[in-house]
Protein backbone atom coordinates (compact mmCIF):
# COMPACT_ATOMS: atom_id res chain seq x y z
CA UNK A 1 0.00 0.00 0.00
CA UNK A 2 1.30 3.75 -1.00
CA UNK A 3 1.76 5.78 1.97
CA UNK A 4 0.22 8.98 0.70
CA UNK A 5 -1.20 11.94 1.86
CA UNK A 6 -4.08 11.60 -0.47
CA UNK A 7 -5.39 8.42 0.39
CA UNK A 8 -8.77 7.42 2.26
CA UNK A 9 -10.42 10.61 -0.10
CA UNK A 10 -13.05 8.46 -1.43
CA UNK A 11 -13.80 8.33 -5.07
CA UNK A 12 -13.46 11.86 -6.01
CA UNK A 13 -15.48 13.63 -9.35
CA UNK A 14 -13.21 14.75 -12.20
CA UNK A 15 -13.21 17.43 -13.41
CA UNK A 16 -15.44 19.59 -11.92
CA UNK A 17 -17.66 21.67 -13.38
CA UNK A 18 -18.49 24.30 -10.89
CA UNK A 19 -14.95 24.61 -10.28
CA UNK A 20 -14.30 25.49 -14.44
CA UNK A 21 -16.79 28.00 -13.82
CA UNK A 22 -15.18 29.95 -10.92
CA UNK A 23 -11.84 30.21 -13.17
CA UNK A 24 -12.05 33.05 -15.52
CA UNK A 25 -11.28 31.92 -19.54
CA UNK A 26 -7.61 32.90 -20.06
CA UNK A 27 -8.51 33.78 -23.86
CA UNK A 28 -10.88 35.51 -25.82
CA UNK A 29 -12.28 33.14 -28.18
CA UNK A 30 -12.28 33.95 -32.17
CA UNK A 31 -15.47 33.96 -32.66
CA UNK A 32 -15.46 37.48 -31.01
CA UNK A 33 -13.69 38.72 -34.38
CA UNK A 34 -16.88 38.60 -36.20
CA UNK A 35 -18.80 41.97 -33.59
CA UNK A 36 -16.00 43.36 -34.79
CA UNK A 37 -17.00 43.55 -38.52
CA UNK A 38 -14.87 39.88 -39.86
CA UNK A 39 -16.54 38.20 -42.07
CA UNK A 40 -17.55 34.65 -40.88
CA UNK A 41 -16.10 33.12 -44.38
CA UNK A 42 -12.65 34.50 -43.15
CA UNK A 43 -12.86 33.47 -39.21
CA UNK A 44 -13.31 29.55 -40.10
CA UNK A 45 -10.46 29.80 -42.10
CA UNK A 46 -8.56 31.22 -39.35
CA UNK A 47 -9.72 28.10 -37.45
CA UNK A 48 -9.02 25.56 -39.83
CA UNK A 49 -5.49 27.17 -39.83
CA UNK A 50 -5.56 26.00 -36.08
CA UNK A 51 -6.14 29.60 -34.69
CA UNK A 52 -9.39 29.41 -32.38
CA UNK A 53 -8.39 32.36 -30.17
CA UNK A 54 -7.91 36.05 -30.29
CA UNK A 55 -5.01 35.50 -28.02
CA UNK A 56 -3.32 33.00 -30.31
CA UNK A 57 -4.57 34.92 -33.47
CA UNK A 58 -1.45 37.92 -32.16
CA UNK A 59 1.19 35.20 -31.76
CA UNK A 60 1.54 34.79 -35.24
CA UNK A 61 3.24 36.80 -37.52
CA UNK A 62 1.64 38.68 -40.50
CA UNK A 63 3.19 36.62 -43.12
CA UNK A 64 1.79 33.72 -41.77
CA UNK A 65 -1.53 34.54 -41.60
CA UNK A 66 -1.34 35.67 -45.02
CA UNK A 67 0.03 32.04 -46.02
CA UNK A 68 -3.24 30.99 -44.90
CA UNK A 69 -5.61 29.93 -48.44
CA UNK A 70 -7.98 33.15 -49.13
CA UNK A 71 -6.79 35.61 -46.45
CA UNK A 72 -5.00 38.92 -48.41
CA UNK A 73 -2.76 41.33 -46.60
CA UNK A 74 -5.58 43.24 -46.05
CA UNK A 75 -7.87 41.55 -44.77
CA UNK A 76 -5.04 40.35 -42.38
CA UNK A 77 -4.37 44.16 -41.34
CA UNK A 78 -8.26 44.43 -40.89
CA UNK A 79 -8.10 40.84 -38.93
CA UNK A 80 -5.43 42.19 -36.53
CA UNK A 81 -6.45 45.72 -36.15
CA UNK A 82 -10.22 43.62 -34.89
CA UNK A 83 -8.14 41.12 -32.72
CA UNK A 84 -6.15 43.80 -30.72
CA UNK A 85 -9.08 45.86 -30.10
CA UNK A 86 -10.34 42.70 -28.30
CA UNK A 87 -7.22 41.24 -26.19
CA UNK A 88 -4.30 43.92 -25.38
CA UNK A 89 -0.74 42.60 -25.66
CA UNK A 90 0.57 45.74 -25.14
CA UNK A 91 2.59 46.50 -21.91
CA UNK A 92 1.40 45.99 -18.26
CA UNK A 93 2.41 46.95 -14.52
CA UNK A 94 4.42 44.68 -12.71
CA UNK A 95 1.11 44.80 -10.18
CA UNK A 96 -0.99 44.12 -13.19
CA UNK A 97 1.19 40.76 -14.28
CA UNK A 98 1.58 39.69 -10.15
CA UNK A 99 -2.06 39.94 -9.73
CA UNK A 100 -2.56 37.95 -13.23
CA UNK A 101 -0.25 35.45 -12.18
CA UNK A 102 -3.00 34.09 -9.25
CA UNK A 103 -4.56 32.09 -12.34
CA UNK A 104 -1.04 29.75 -12.47
CA UNK A 105 -2.03 26.39 -11.04
CA UNK A 106 0.64 24.18 -9.79
CA UNK A 107 -0.01 20.78 -10.26
CA UNK A 108 1.25 17.87 -7.69
CA UNK A 109 3.80 15.57 -8.59
CA UNK A 110 2.94 12.83 -6.24
CA UNK A 111 5.73 13.80 -3.99
CA UNK A 112 5.87 16.28 -1.34
CA UNK A 113 9.60 16.50 -1.67
CA UNK A 114 10.09 16.87 -5.50
CA UNK A 115 6.66 19.63 -5.04
CA UNK A 116 8.82 21.45 -2.39
CA UNK A 117 11.47 21.44 -5.15
CA UNK A 118 9.92 22.93 -8.08
CA UNK A 119 8.48 25.79 -6.08
CA UNK A 120 4.99 24.05 -5.27
CA UNK A 121 4.33 21.82 -8.45
CA UNK A 122 4.59 21.23 -12.28
CA UNK A 123 3.17 25.13 -13.07
CA UNK A 124 0.85 25.84 -15.61
CA UNK A 125 1.74 28.80 -18.74
CA UNK A 126 5.54 27.23 -18.50
CA UNK A 127 7.42 24.41 -19.84
CA UNK A 128 8.86 22.17 -17.35
CA UNK A 129 11.64 19.64 -19.01
CA UNK A 130 13.28 16.55 -17.21
CA UNK A 131 16.25 14.78 -18.81
CA UNK A 132 18.01 11.82 -17.50
CA UNK A 133 19.03 8.26 -18.80
CA UNK A 134 16.46 5.65 -19.19
CA UNK A 135 14.79 4.18 -16.14
CA UNK A 136 15.70 7.56 -13.94
CA UNK A 137 11.67 8.20 -13.73
CA UNK A 138 10.91 10.73 -16.72
CA UNK A 139 7.84 8.41 -18.06
CA UNK A 140 6.92 6.84 -14.46
CA UNK A 141 6.57 10.76 -13.80
CA UNK A 142 4.28 11.66 -16.61
CA UNK A 143 2.09 8.82 -15.52
CA UNK A 144 1.35 10.51 -12.48
CA UNK A 145 1.37 13.76 -13.56
CA UNK A 146 -1.60 12.10 -16.17
CA UNK A 147 -3.35 11.40 -12.67
CA UNK A 148 -2.79 14.13 -10.42
CA UNK A 149 -3.29 16.99 -12.90
CA UNK A 150 -7.08 15.48 -13.03
CA UNK A 151 -7.33 16.45 -8.85
CA UNK A 152 -9.43 19.77 -7.75
CA UNK A 153 -7.30 22.10 -7.19
CA UNK A 154 -7.78 22.05 -3.54
CA UNK A 155 -6.10 19.00 -3.30
CA UNK A 156 -2.80 20.42 -5.63
CA UNK A 157 -4.28 19.32 -8.52
CA UNK A 158 -5.32 20.96 -11.93
CA UNK A 159 -9.04 20.16 -12.29
CA UNK A 160 -8.34 19.41 -15.74
CA UNK A 161 -7.80 17.09 -18.47
CA UNK A 162 -4.43 15.51 -20.21
CA UNK A 163 -3.38 15.16 -23.58
CA UNK A 164 -0.15 13.00 -24.08
CA UNK A 165 2.15 13.30 -27.33
CA UNK A 166 3.65 10.44 -27.41
CA UNK A 167 6.61 9.64 -29.40
CA UNK A 168 8.64 6.94 -28.27
CA UNK A 169 5.37 4.19 -27.55
CA UNK A 170 6.00 4.35 -23.98
CA UNK A 171 2.77 4.95 -22.40
CA UNK A 172 0.64 2.60 -21.10
CA UNK A 173 -3.20 2.92 -19.73
CA UNK A 174 -2.63 0.14 -17.25
CA UNK A 175 -0.13 2.07 -15.77
CA UNK A 176 -2.85 4.79 -14.64
CA UNK A 177 -5.05 2.14 -13.24
CA UNK A 178 -3.36 1.72 -9.75
CA UNK A 179 -2.24 5.54 -9.93
CA UNK A 180 -5.80 6.71 -9.93
CA UNK A 181 -6.82 3.91 -7.50
CA UNK A 182 -3.61 5.47 -5.19
CA UNK A 183 -5.31 9.03 -5.28
CA UNK A 184 -8.23 7.41 -4.54
CA UNK A 185 -10.26 8.20 -8.19
CA UNK A 186 -12.12 5.85 -10.45
CA UNK A 187 -9.61 4.30 -13.09
CA UNK A 188 -12.02 4.79 -16.04
CA UNK A 189 -13.16 8.23 -16.00
CA UNK A 190 -9.28 8.99 -15.37
CA UNK A 191 -8.47 7.22 -18.73
CA UNK A 192 -11.24 9.26 -20.03
CA UNK A 193 -9.74 12.35 -19.41
CA UNK A 194 -7.04 11.52 -21.16
CA UNK A 195 -6.30 11.92 -25.00
CA UNK A 196 -3.06 10.38 -26.77
CA UNK A 197 -1.59 10.47 -30.06
CA UNK A 198 1.20 8.56 -30.71
CA UNK A 199 3.70 10.35 -33.18
CA UNK A 200 5.94 8.48 -35.33
CA UNK A 201 8.11 11.56 -37.37
CA UNK A 202 8.36 15.03 -35.89
CA UNK A 203 5.78 16.43 -39.17
CA UNK A 204 3.45 14.71 -37.39
CA UNK A 205 4.17 15.83 -34.07
CA UNK A 206 4.14 19.32 -35.14
CA UNK A 207 0.54 18.67 -36.86
CA UNK A 208 -0.64 17.00 -33.44
CA UNK A 209 0.22 20.36 -31.56
CA UNK A 210 -1.39 22.44 -34.31
CA UNK A 211 -4.82 20.13 -33.90
CA UNK A 212 -4.82 20.61 -29.82
CA UNK A 213 -5.58 24.77 -30.36
CA UNK A 214 -9.31 23.17 -31.30
CA UNK A 215 -9.54 20.87 -28.45
CA UNK A 216 -8.07 23.06 -25.70
CA UNK A 217 -9.95 26.07 -27.05
CA UNK A 218 -13.45 23.78 -26.00
CA UNK A 219 -12.53 21.91 -23.44
CA UNK A 220 -10.91 22.55 -20.11
CA UNK A 221 -7.01 21.18 -20.32
CA UNK A 222 -4.32 21.27 -17.85
CA UNK A 223 -1.58 19.39 -18.97
CA UNK A 224 0.35 18.71 -22.42
CA UNK A 225 3.06 15.93 -21.90
CA UNK A 226 5.19 15.14 -24.46
CA UNK A 227 7.62 11.78 -23.85
CA UNK A 228 9.62 12.82 -25.40
CA UNK A 229 10.40 15.88 -27.16
CA UNK A 230 13.70 15.45 -29.12
CA UNK A 231 13.63 11.30 -30.13
CA UNK A 232 11.82 11.86 -33.71
CA UNK A 233 14.18 15.08 -34.35
CA UNK A 234 17.34 12.46 -33.38
CA UNK A 235 15.76 10.15 -35.99
CA UNK A 236 14.74 12.31 -38.73
CA UNK A 237 17.38 14.47 -38.63
CA UNK A 238 21.16 12.90 -39.38
CA UNK A 239 24.59 13.98 -39.14
CA UNK A 240 26.06 17.24 -39.02
CA UNK A 241 24.62 18.78 -42.11
CA UNK A 242 21.27 18.89 -41.14
CA UNK A 243 22.11 19.89 -37.56
CA UNK A 244 21.14 23.56 -38.97
CA UNK A 245 17.67 22.71 -40.19
CA UNK A 246 17.04 20.36 -37.08
CA UNK A 247 17.73 23.25 -34.75
CA UNK A 248 15.39 25.27 -36.72
CA UNK A 249 12.70 23.12 -36.87
CA UNK A 250 12.75 22.27 -32.52
CA UNK A 251 13.11 25.84 -32.37
CA UNK A 252 9.68 26.07 -34.44
CA UNK A 253 7.85 23.34 -32.53
CA UNK A 254 9.53 24.41 -28.89
CA UNK A 255 7.66 28.47 -29.73
CA UNK A 256 4.42 26.44 -30.95
CA UNK A 257 4.44 24.67 -27.66
CA UNK A 258 5.14 27.74 -25.64
CA UNK A 259 2.65 29.83 -27.23
CA UNK A 260 -0.04 26.87 -26.21
CA UNK A 261 0.99 26.95 -22.46
CA UNK A 262 0.39 30.62 -22.65
CA UNK A 263 -2.61 31.30 -24.61
CA UNK A 264 -4.48 28.08 -22.86
CA UNK A 265 -2.75 28.17 -19.03
CA UNK A 266 -1.69 24.44 -19.04
CA UNK A 267 1.37 23.04 -17.86
CA UNK A 268 3.76 21.54 -20.78
CA UNK A 269 6.27 18.27 -19.25
CA UNK A 270 8.42 17.55 -21.56
CA UNK A 271 11.24 14.39 -21.28
CA UNK A 272 14.11 14.58 -22.82
CA UNK A 273 17.16 12.58 -23.90
CA UNK A 274 20.92 12.52 -22.52
CA UNK A 275 23.56 12.70 -25.22
CA UNK A 276 27.24 11.74 -24.13
CA UNK A 277 29.41 14.80 -23.78
CA UNK A 278 33.35 14.34 -25.25
CA UNK A 279 34.04 17.76 -23.68
CA UNK A 280 32.62 16.96 -20.15
CA UNK A 281 36.63 16.94 -18.77
CA UNK A 282 38.43 13.75 -17.42
CA UNK A 283 37.34 15.32 -13.89
CA UNK A 284 33.40 14.48 -14.16
CA UNK A 285 33.23 10.54 -14.00
CA UNK A 286 29.95 10.79 -16.36
CA UNK A 287 30.08 13.36 -18.73
CA UNK A 288 26.55 13.47 -19.91
CA UNK A 289 24.38 16.46 -21.45
CA UNK A 290 20.72 16.82 -22.60
CA UNK A 291 19.92 16.79 -26.35
CA UNK A 292 18.41 19.47 -28.23
CA UNK A 293 21.33 22.00 -27.54
CA UNK A 294 20.82 25.72 -26.51
CA UNK A 295 17.79 25.93 -28.55
CA UNK A 296 15.58 23.50 -26.12
CA UNK A 297 18.15 24.82 -23.03
CA UNK A 298 16.44 28.56 -23.94
CA UNK A 299 13.19 27.36 -24.57
CA UNK A 300 12.44 25.69 -20.93
CA UNK A 301 10.77 27.67 -18.22
CA UNK A 302 12.23 25.00 -15.56
CA UNK A 303 14.86 22.84 -16.43
CA UNK A 304 15.05 19.16 -14.25
CA UNK A 305 18.30 16.49 -14.25
CA UNK A 306 16.71 13.21 -13.45
CA UNK A 307 19.20 9.96 -12.21
CA UNK A 308 18.89 7.06 -10.15
CA UNK A 309 19.04 6.43 -6.43
CA UNK A 310 19.54 2.94 -4.76
CA UNK A 311 16.75 0.78 -5.04
CA UNK A 312 13.15 2.12 -6.56
CA UNK A 313 14.48 5.97 -5.42
CA UNK A 314 15.29 8.88 -7.77
CA UNK A 315 17.15 12.20 -7.76
CA UNK A 316 15.96 15.38 -8.92
CA UNK A 317 18.23 17.99 -9.21
CA UNK A 318 17.02 21.79 -10.52
CA UNK A 319 19.80 22.85 -13.48
CA UNK A 320 17.67 26.03 -14.42
CA UNK A 321 14.82 28.33 -13.19
CA UNK A 322 13.94 31.92 -13.02
CA UNK A 323 12.48 31.64 -9.66
CA UNK A 324 13.70 28.31 -8.38
CA UNK A 325 17.70 27.76 -6.56
CA UNK A 326 19.60 25.29 -7.91
CA UNK A 327 18.38 21.79 -5.52
CA UNK A 328 18.10 18.39 -5.41
CA UNK A 329 14.91 16.10 -3.63
CA UNK A 330 14.47 12.39 -3.46
CA UNK A 331 11.43 10.91 -4.95
CA UNK A 332 10.19 6.87 -5.17
CA UNK A 333 8.52 5.02 -7.57
CA UNK A 334 5.80 2.91 -6.65
CA UNK A 335 2.98 0.91 -8.75
CA UNK A 336 0.51 4.24 -7.22
CA UNK A 337 3.27 6.23 -8.92
CA UNK A 338 5.58 9.14 -7.71
CA UNK A 339 5.82 9.27 -3.94
CA UNK A 340 8.22 10.21 -1.29
CA UNK A 341 11.21 8.32 -0.67
CA UNK A 342 11.15 5.85 2.33
CA UNK A 343 13.73 6.73 4.78
Same mark, same amino acid.
Given at each position: ?????F????QL?L?????????????????????Q??????V????D?????CN????H??K?? +? &?IK??S /?????? %?CE $? @??????????????L???R?????I? +? &????L? /?????G %?E? $? @??T??F?????G????????C?S???P?S?H?G??KVA? %??T?????P?RI?????R??M???A????????R?Y????????????A???AE?P??L??LD??I?????D???R??L?E?????A????RI????E????????TN?VI??????V??T?PKK???????AHA??????????K????????I?A?N??????I????????T??K?
Open positions: MVSSKEDQGQVDPDDMEEEEDCFESIDKLISGINAGDKKLQAGIYTGLMMTKSL +T &GGL /EAKVDK %I $A @ADKIVSMGYVTGSDLQKKQIVKT +T &GSQAD /ELLGG %IT $A @ALEAGEFRSKTQLAHTLVTQLIMGNGY %IDEGTFRDVPIAEFGDAGVLDNIIYAATYEHQYNLLLGLAKMEFRLISVALFRVFTGGEARQQKLQMLSTKIAEFNVAVYMQADPGGGFIDPAGGHVLSTVRMMLRKGGEQRVAKIDPLAEAEAFQITPGGVDAD
